[in-house]
């Protein structure tokens, strides 16, 4: 079974705080995404990469970066962290395009 | 880019009845995906449609795909409470990005 992890479950941060969110993946996938989940959203894209020290924007990659310097490991950073950052954030993986995606459990993140 | 809609964003719905959830998306989309989520949880794969008229089933869930009319549908059969739960789906472009829905809360009561 593909395993995608998440470092934390919980995470409270203070504005303007520099904030790093981890994922691994133990199945050799090319593509991995970050996204956030809001109520009445759905989940928005944040950012992806289909391959190491690739990326590609999403739908709104205003005030994160991201980083991929190992094909399993894909790091959402927020250089700022602001109140409307606050938000569920989900990572997933998937093999190639004829698969679906994979996700971890999720980082609630709370910025005060 | 691709925009995925479904209706309807709450369902309640006795144990034991049928029902329809509707996924519409704007533009070509190479796949359709649905996924569940439950209270508290990740998102978990459920069918990959991958041609028009393809339809998988597993137990009281039929997903069904209709690229000409840019329609799944995602079936309900004869309720039962272990169903309640979010539901997504999500096409995808030809580069690979993921476009969901908004998703629809199911609850199934007794």
């Known amino acids: 079974d593909v395993k995608v992890t998440q470092s934390s479950r919980y995470l409270v941060k203070r504005t303007g705080e520099k904030v790093f969110l981890e994922c691994v993946q133990d199945?050799?996938?090319?593509?991995m995404f970050w996204y956030r989940q809001d109520p009445g959203l759905g989940l928005r894209l944040i950012y992806f990469s289909y391959d190491v020290k690739m990326k590609e924007k999403g739908d709104i990659p205003e005030g994160y970066s991201v980083s991929r310097e190992k094909k399993e490991r894909f790091s959402l950073i927020l250089e700022s962290a602001s109140t409307n950052q606050t938000s569920m954030y989900l990572c997933a993986s998937s093999l190639d395009g004829n698969q679906p995606q994979h996700f971890g459990d999720g980082t609630r993140l709370s910025i005060l | 880019e691709l925009k995925v809609e479904q209706n309807p964003l709450f369902l309640s719905m006795q144990e034991g009845k049928n029902y329809t959830i509707y996924c519409n998306y704007s533009?070509?989309?190479?796949?359709l995906y649905w996924y569940r989520q439950d209270p508290g949880k990740s998102l978990e794969s459920l069918f990959v449609?991958?041609?028009?008229?393809a339809v998988k089933q597993e137990g009281r869930l039929m997903a069904s795909l209709d690229t000409k009319a840019r329609l799944s549908t995602l079936h309900i059969t004869a309720a039962v409470h272990d169903l309640s739960a979010t539901y997504f789906c999500?096409?995808?472009?030809?580069?690979?990005?993921?476009?969901f829905g908004t998703g629809t809360s199911l609850t199934v009561i007794p």
């Open positions: 999500a096409g995808q472009n030809t580069g690979n990005q993921f476009y």
């Open positions: 449609l991958l041609s028009n008229g």
């Open positions: 533009t070509t989309s190479d796949r």
């Open positions: 199945m050799d996938h090319e593509n």
